[in-house]
């Protein structure tokens, strides 16, 4: 597609005080516009779109996944770092600030909820039973050092599964336990309208559910004879022998705010802040995207120091860079795109 049409940087792209006190309060603040026209929004939701309904490899990964595509796609990567975005960051984070991940939220109609969950600020991955961690602070305390963007490609309605958050919750850490995949927060059935023939490919691709590997899960079953509630049900019975995060967390009703907003704007959170998002249950697509912004005194993939690199989803990030947005690249051994 031609370029996005990237405004002149505006003075005004920040916060009030009440809004950056009602953020540090809250735990999210928004949304906010960005100035970029619909048609180009909705050119850069069906690019995302395609990536997901076409299962496409990204070329960093060698694999189906929907992280990081704004190192491939300089669309996205404008996208993320309009002032209206790293100017209200760095109102939040300070100076210097890496843009680390981004990732593609596609919501089709009838797709599920995401179950209420938070996020303390490893990226562990331990939402699918990892423990290695892909931020390192200078220090572990209570000042967050990354917060998230999450941009609208469509108009998001109280109906195709807006994103919500119970305010307030930002700095209260929530027990979790390790579940049977299937009962986790962000598990969602991955059969619906798809022939055997797609499952058992998408199988053996690992494109079934993200971040997982299942290549070989159908190794010694027997495709030809199992009919397809057969075959999902084996399936499940795998993703069962795999562990994942679920929060037993109720929000009062009272502190629930539902993120209405239209296509090109955005919200800025910490991922403490309790979120999540109901089902679709409109008959329209609902794409956002998000992306992570850290301090730049952090270590982004700490393992890869030691040579590790495999991060919480699995993906091999031999080839990740972080994009810096803002300011001064603090942390020197961070990969940084030049
Ligand atoms: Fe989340």
Same mark, same amino acid.
């Given at each position: *597609?031609?370029? =996005?049409?990237?405004?002149?940087?505006?003075?005004?792209?920040?916060?009030?005080?009440?809004?950056?006190?009602?953020?540090?309060?809250?735990? @999210?603040?928004?949304?906010?516009?960005?100035?970029?026209?619909?048609?180009?929004?909705?050119?850069?939701?069906?690019?995302?779109?395609?990536?997901?309904?076409?299962?496409?490899?990204?070329?960093?990964?060698?694999?189906?996944?929907? $992280?990081?595509?704004?190192?491939?796609?300089?669309?996205?990567?404008? /996208?993320?770092?309009?002032?209206?975005? #790293?100017?209200?960051? !760095?109102?939040?984070?300070?100076?210097?600030?890496?843009? %680390?991940?981004? &990732?593609?939220?596609?919501?089709?109609?009838?797709?599920?909820?995401?179950?209420?969950?938070?996020? %303390?600020? &490893? @990226?562990?991955?331990?939402?699918?039973?990892?423990?290695?961690?892909?931020?390192?602070?200078?220090? @572990?305390?209570?000042?967050?050092?990354?917060?998230?963007?999450? #941009?609208?490609? +469509?108009?998001?309605?109280?109906?195709?599964?807006? =994103?919500?958050?119970?305010?307030?919750?930002?700095?209260?850490?929530?027990?979790?336990?390790?579940?049977?995949?299937?009962?986790?927060?962000?598990?969602?059935?991955?059969?619906?309208? =798809?022939?055997?023939?797609?499952? !058992?490919? $998408?199988?053996?691709?690992?494109?079934?559910?993200?971040?997982?590997?299942?290549?070989? %899960?159908?190794?010694?079953?027997?495709?030809?004879?199992?009919?397809?509630?057969?075959?999902?049900?084996?399936?499940?019975?795998?993703?069962?022998?795999?562990?994942? &995060?679920?929060?037993?967390?109720?929000?009062?009703?009272?502190?629930?705010?539902? *993120?209405?907003?239209?296509?090109?704007?955005?919200?800025? @959170?910490?991922?403490?802040?309790?979120?999540?998002?109901?089902?679709?249950?409109? +008959?329209? $697509?609902?794409?956002? !995207?998000?992306?992570?912004?850290? &301090?730049? +005194?952090?270590?982004?993939?700490?393992?890869?120091?030691?040579?590790?690199?495999?991060?919480?989803?699995? /993906?091999?990030?031999? $080839?990740?860079?972080?994009?810096?947005?803002?300011?001064?690249? !603090?942390?020197?051994?961070? #990969?940084?795109?030049?």
């Amino acid at each position: *597609m031609e370029q =996005l049409s990237v405004p002149a940087g505006q003075a005004n792209d920040v916060m009030t005080a009440a809004e950056v006190e009602a953020f540090w309060r809250n735990g @999210f603040a928004g949304p906010f516009p960005l100035d970029i026209p619909a048609d180009e929004l909705a050119e850069l939701g069906n690019q995302c779109e395609r990536i997901v309904v076409e299962r496409q490899s990204h070329p960093l990964y060698d694999r189906y996944a929907l $992280r990081d595509w704004h190192l491939i796609d300089k669309d996205l990567e404008r /996208l993320f770092t309009q002032d209206a975005i #790293v100017n209200r960051v !760095v109102q939040l984070l300070g100076p210097d600030l890496l843009l %680390w991940r981004s &990732k593609i939220f596609y919501k089709p109609p009838g797709a599920d909820a995401i179950g209420w969950h938070q996020e %303390w600020g &490893k @990226f562990d991955g331990e939402e699918i039973g990892n423990s290695t961690p892909s931020l390192q602070p200078p220090v @572990f305390g209570e000042d967050i050092w990354d917060l998230t963007i999450w #941009v609208a490609l +469509d108009d998001v309605t109280p109906e195709n599964g807006p =994103l919500q958050f119970a305010a307030g919750t930002n700095r209260t850490k929530v027990p979790w336990s390790k579940v049977p995949m299937t009962q986790s927060a962000f598990y969602e059935e991955p059969f619906e309208g =798809l022939t055997k023939e797609q499952i !058992v490919a $998408r199988t053996r691709n690992s494109e079934l559910v993200l971040d997982i590997d299942t290549a070989d %899960w159908l190794d010694g079953f027997d495709v030809d004879t199992a009919s397809l509630p057969e075959l999902t049900d084996h399936l499940r019975r795998r993703f069962d022998q795999l562990s994942a &995060k679920f929060t037993e967390f109720e929000p009062d009703p009272d502190t629930v705010a539902t *993120m209405e907003m239209p296509r090109g704007s955005f919200v800025i @959170f910490s991922e403490r802040t309790m979120h999540g998002s109901p089902a679709n249950n409109s +008959d329209r $697509r609902r794409m956002a !995207v998000n992306c992570r912004i850290a &301090k730049a +005194d952090t270590l982004v993939y700490p393992g890869r120091l030691a040579g590790d690199m495999i991060d919480g989803s699995n /993906l091999d990030i031999s $080839r990740h860079e972080s994009v810096l947005v803002a300011g001064e690249a !603090v942390e020197t051994r961070n #990969v940084i795109r030049r």
